[in-house]
């Protein structure tokens, strides 16, 4: 497509929509509290997301403690296990990891990133934000019913999820599918905003193929969640008339406790079928913002362009198109036709290929760079590091034959917390250090950054490195107590003391993150407008913190992409997106 | 027409075709907007009511599940949606009702739309309002089948005429698409008042999000309505033909 002879970078054409009227709020409330701002609404959503997580995290210590020492710890008994096995999974998968991603990366970076004012509805970004406040204050209400949360796993299979066996069956389940049905109706409201905004309301200049990683993340897991979520809630509604009203969509004739049920007829398996047409797509509206964010990172503080960015944003978005096909891989087990297991093996299989392409791209960007090592970046080389030691194993995980025997065990635990617990984790903090200057106007502590990354990063991997191990053994996964196994040798008890004193540790340290965050927000040295001399668009306003409207009094005009870092010719070692053009430039 | 020779018409469509797919590449590959001729707010209800697709195909595939791997026999629809008229029996009736009212309200929706634009206030609205009173209509006579059917012993856990799983997916997915309509017969009503007063055309800004309205909401609102128009025809296909 290109041609020498025709002139680059060419002033882009005249707007095609008028400014926007923006509103502008008059009080306190409504510039803090129920504020239209997209970058005030980010805040409010990360911080809610980080706190329920910090209740996650401690969950997850609730669980290894019993795992190290079955017993010893008299307010652990089973039906806080399983409490606590449920609550930990589910904050951490849809409340802490997809609300931090889209609300909260989502709504600060879209904006300012393809250079909008705010997002294209603030009014309804703002609803999104208090209906997701409260479908998260109800599940963390169930806390306070009688029965407690329900204990029934985070993928709530009927008919276990709501019998009379399981701890929350009275109000805990409840509350969970209510508290679920919120966050979707929440996050549709969102994702809406999200889609539409990096659709129709870029600034001159700014095309699609010129958008950061970071936005094309964001933007197709955004899409994902749209089509994906659907799947989860009328799950949900369905699970939730079985348990209100009696209906037997999921619930097949039993008998329990010696008592025969008035279910009768339900198809179980349906459920699972909704629950991970829902479930597969939400580890890559988890993992494809996390990529984004990296690629965004990685070519930031190596001084280069990311290389192959065209085939960056193909691969994201058939990843994106081949999630919707994989969900059973999670069924494997569930009794499914062997052509259905077939099939689903190979389409998982295949999203192997576009991933380690971004892979790859990610290592070649590397490759000769100036690589310095900042906080983000050796996050970012944390995930590259962790994501592929998650990724292979999800190739043992995705072949039939060789999941039925590591199915249910703690290998598929080690599993999914190295894809799409650590390294998406990784990148949240990464991404927090990295753009905490723009949001602040301060820069993080480096050397506290440094300690915090090297005691994450080392210590997850202790975490969830020998888990792969326990997996093997056949130590299966949400059992309360081992008892006298005899496939399972007296030194795994010993590993799993190692693994959770560790956890202890690793989840302890994560207080130097939070307070490198609170102290910086006062004594942080000031960062100037672009500390880390980035091209893209975010760190070009006026203002930093960037000021309602973020723009200041004119759009920006964009000129190229978001990569041009080094480049022959240029003042400085890299070119603002905004930039007007230099002589026989050639940048895309 | 007959004079065209056939080849002709096919090359024209073809290049028709063409031209239209290199427009909507320079659109995509355009920087500010991908679809050049919608605005936000009609962009941001196209995507809606695709994720509002998917919500109802989850419904509908999972109601054709559960009633194909149900071992009780189903209910058969024409009797069950049967009604006594003068004393006989007649299949269908008050469905072929609902659904021709719906579809009328689909009229005189799109009439609304019409006449919002060319800026005939009175009309658009009093053309909103007719709309609501079909929509309201068509869940009154909902609910008088809901009536008819508990009355007769159907109930979500179970009914007298055969799967349980009858009920349950009839009162969740007709009601789930009820919920649909009188959603959009409250949003009819206030969007005909704001049309009525002149809202759109004084600049005046709306009570809740402060902001001011433009005659495209009737189209917006429109958008919406026929999609939940074309929800009951697969609705009716599903429950009452099949």
Redo the contacts between chains.
Sequence with gaps: MTDASVPQNVA??P???PDV?L?HAHSWITKYVFSQDAKVIAIQYAGTAITVGILALVLSWVIRLQLAFPGAIPFIDANVYYQSVTMHGMIMVVYMLTAIFLGGFGNYLIPLMVGARDM??P?VNMLSYWVYLIATLVLVSSYFFPGGPTGAGWTLYPPQSILTGTPGHEYGIILMLVSLILFIVGF?MG???Y??TV????????????MPLTVWGIFAAAVMA??A???L???C??LL?DRT?????FMPSLVELGERK?Y????PI?FQ??FW?FGHPEVYIVALPAFGIVSDLISVHARKNIFGYKMMVWAIIAIGVLSMVVWGHHMYISGMDPWFGFFFAVTTLAIAVPTALKVYNWVLTLWHADIHFTTPMLFALGFLVTFVNGGITGLYLGNVIVDVPLSATLFVVAHFHMVMGIAPVLVIFGAIYHWYPKITGRMMDERLGKIHFWITFLGAYAIFFPMHYLGVLGMPRRFYEMGETAFVPASAATLNIVITVIALAVGFAQSIFFYNLFKSLKYGAPAGGNPWRAASLEWQTPETPPGHGNWGQQLPV?YRWPYAYSVPGAPEDYLPQNAPPMRGEHSP | MTAEPVTTEHVTTESTLRSSLHGMVADWSSDQRSFKSASWGKAMMWIFLVSDTFVFSCFLISYMTVRMSTTVEWPHPSEIFALEIGGKKIPLILIAIMTFDLITSSGTMAMAVNFAYARERRKAAILMLVTAFFGAAFVGMQAFEWTKLIHEGVRPWGNPFGAAQFGSSFFMITGFHGFHVSIGVIFLLIVARAVWRGDYDVGRRGFFTSRKGRYEIVEIMGLYWHFVDLVWVFIFAFFYLW
Excluded: K
Aim: net charge neutral; charged share 10%; no cysteine.
């Design positions: 882009p054409p707007a095609e929509v009227d509103y294209v509805f009014y549709t994702g809406l905003n889609v539409v659709l129709q309301a870029r600034t001159r200049g700014m095309t699609l193929m010129r749209l089509l979520f659907p799947g809630f009328v799950a509604l369905m008339l009203l009696g209906t037997s969509f008035d009768v007829g339900g198809s349906l079928h909704l047409f964009v």
